[in-house]
Each structure stands twice: as structure tokens, then as C-alpha cells.
């Protein structure tokens, strides 16, 4: 359905859940969180970081181990309690937290009286009154116990992470779930009261034929899913050491992803779901994804596109990433040096961006054209990338009319590519990403 153009795709570029990207992340100074925490100002929202799972997926670029040991997780929690005391204490008076999302990692992976001593945790610490609840889902560990808990704390947003039904792609990348556990998993939330409900899917598989995502399309639609991601696999195991378990010479070539990302597209768009950007997709009438998108007031964060409008986003547990107009800010990555950092009541941010005007100039316009498909450049950025972006223009992809760069619909699946022109990072970086589609 789209263009084929490869020489545009050759080179892989980030996903822009932020601007600049974490690979670009360095020493910030010690006391750059804590102040943008004393300052901060309008809405605030929320990101808890689980980072772990009872089985790790050899795709998973998360970071994630296993929750195996009774007392690591309990030490993490600890740590986590006190992170929170401590990053509240912080905030200004009156400060505003409407949304809170649990991610991982698998939140499932802790049992549901710790969950619910969490959520105490954060109501009584930010004092919360009555936010958004979101929160990831491993169906394989999902339980009655746990839907009970979603039920009584009040979580009307979940997302599962399905990425394929297909038996033999789920062997390819460990993550084996038959249908039974993920049907069930659909009813115990929906009677407990989540009504916007998303699926992680994935193309781009070892082994993964293009009937293979057509299947997993059809059945997430049949499950009703309000929601659905669907990502291109990125093969990254110089980054990602698990994904060496997966044999590389059955992954599909960029023709054949390319093939796929347009099926999917193609399918969801012809089946009752409205296209979000370039790889989400929402039920419209109810969902409030859905709603933002016809409005015009989607925005990207680092869980991709959402109707959250807050300009600041904290993040608590390991490797989580807050983020303000002016920095972004990274807590400490490894499990055991978070523990240790925050149960001693320190902030575990030491890495991350300060960014200048011009950083958030480019970030806006960047996330304008992901989100809306267009946006309006400043005048220094406009005369950069005219030269540049000819290899779109001229191929019915992109146009630019004085200052305003609009993505037209073939361009769709280049998006991110357009989206790295006005990126000055990726001129000199030499970090590798995932592929363009």
C-alpha cells in the first residue's frame, strides 16, 4: 500500500519517545534533578518502574531480571518506598499528579499486596486524588488475585504484552503464551473494570510470515482490544546481549518488514481502528486515544503516543526517565547500585540532558510531526533541512511550504526518518538504532 523506497530506510534511526534521545545522555550536574523537582510547575505525571518478570523474552530490550528471589524484590521495593518519600518531599506545594503508570518489566511480577502497598505509597506521598491509572501486564503470570487489585485501586487502562499468537514465533523469542491464558486474562480485567485495553504486537519475527500477523490481527480484534502497538522487531543484540538466543538468518528482510508494517496498517485502518501516528491504533467513539487523535492533541512520551498533555513526566525505579521542559533525567540502570543509592535517601538521577532552546525547538517540532503529521519549523531550521529532505519531497513523501513541513500519507512509514533531518545528533552519533520500519 505504501512506496518501497530502500535507500531510505538503510539507515536506522531512534523512535523519538524523547528530545534529544537517552544515546545521547551524559554526566549531568549532581544537583540538576533535585532543583528541576523544586521548580517544577503545571501537571505532573507519573512512571514506576518494575524491572522484572517471572520469564525473561529473549526479544526484551527492557530493563528487566528475573523476580525470582523473594528478597531482591523486597529490597527493591525498599529502595522504591524510599525513592518516593523522597522525590515527593521535593515537589513544590500543590503540585498536581493526574496520571500514574506502572511499566516494566512485568508489574504482575510483584505479588498484589505489594502493589497495593505501593499505590498507598504514592496516594499518601503525592496526595493523589483520583488519577488515571495505567499499568503493563504480563498475561502469563495474571491472576485472579491480581484483577481483584486492579478492580479495588481503580486501573481503567491496561496493556498486554501479546506480540504474537503464532506458536512457533513465540518459541523463536521465548515468550510462549497460548490463547486460553491471554483470553482469560481480557475477561478477569474487563470485569474489573478496565475499559480501554491495549495489545503489544510485533512484525519483523524470526520465522514470521505475513498470514502469521494477519492471524494475531484477526484475533486481537475478535478479543476486542481497544488499543493496539504494533512495533517492528528491533534486532539489536550488541545493545541487548538476550537477543543472541535468536536466530538472526530467520528474520524477515527489510522488504519483507516493510510488507508488514503496511498489512497491519492496512488491516487496522479497514477494521474499526483509527490510525495514531505511525504504529498505534485506537477504537474511536470511546477510547480516549482515539479522542485526542481526532483532536489533535496526541503527544509522545516514552510510552510512545498518548493523550497525556502534562509537561512533566517523573520516573521512579531503576533506569526510569523523568522528564522536564528544560531536562531530561535518568535513575540509576543497574537494579543493585538503585537499591544501595536510594535506600540511603539520595536521588539516583546522574545521568541525562539539559536542554537548550533550541533543543526543545527541535524536540517540539519533531514530536508535531510525528503526532499531527506536520509542523512549523523556525526560521534557522527551515533553510537546514530544505536541502535534505529533497530525497522526500521528490518522491511524493514530505513537502515543505515556507516553514511548514508536512508528511503527506505515502510518507507514513518514513516518518521517523524525516523526523532524524531535523535531528543534529544523529550527524555525528555513531550509536546504532533499530530499523526505520
Known sequence: MWPYHPDLLATPVPRYTSFP?????????????????????????LYVH???????????????????RRQRLESYLSALHAEIDLVSSLLPRGTKVGRVAFGGGSPNAITPTDFVRLVDTLTIRFGLDDPIFSIELDPRTMTRSWAEVIGHVGIERASLGVQTFAPH?????????TEDSIVETVDLLRNAGVTSLNFDLMYGLPGQTRDDLLDTLQRTRALGADRVALFGYAHVPHIVPRQ????DTDLPDQAERFAMAGLGYSYLATHGY?????????????????????????????????DDAAPNLIGLGSSAISSFPHLLAQNEKNSGRYRMIASQGSLTAQRGFERSAEDRERGKAIEDLLCQGRTELPEYLTADIACRLSAFTARGLA?????????????LPYARTIAALLD???QVSKTRFSAAV
Do not use: W
Open 399 to 411: 513537502s515543505l511550504d515556507g516553514r511548514v513541513l508536512t508528511m503527506d500519507p505515502d510518507g
Open 50 to 68: 518494575i524491572p522484572f518478570c517471572e520469564k525473561i523474552c529473549f526479544y526484551c530490550g527492557c530493563n528487566t531480571g528475573k523476580a525470582g
Open 244 to 247: 543472541r538466543m535468536i536466530d
Open 424 to 426: 543534529p545528533y544523529r
Open 169 to 177: 514465533c513465540q518459541e523463536a523469542i521465548g515468550r510462549v503464551q
Open 274 to 306: 483509527l490510525p495514531v501516528g505511525f504504529d498505534h491504533f485506537a477504537r474511536p467513539g470511546g477510547d480516549p486515544l482515539a479522542r485526542a487523535a481526532t483532536e489533535g492533541r496526541v503527544h509522545r512520551n516514552f510510552q510512545g503516543f498518548t
Open 21 to 45: 534521545t537517552a544515546a545521547e545522555f551524559g554526566d549531568i550536574p549532581g544537583d540538576a534533578y533535585r532543583k528541576a523537582l523544586e521548580i517544577v510547575s503545571g501537571d505532573v505525571s
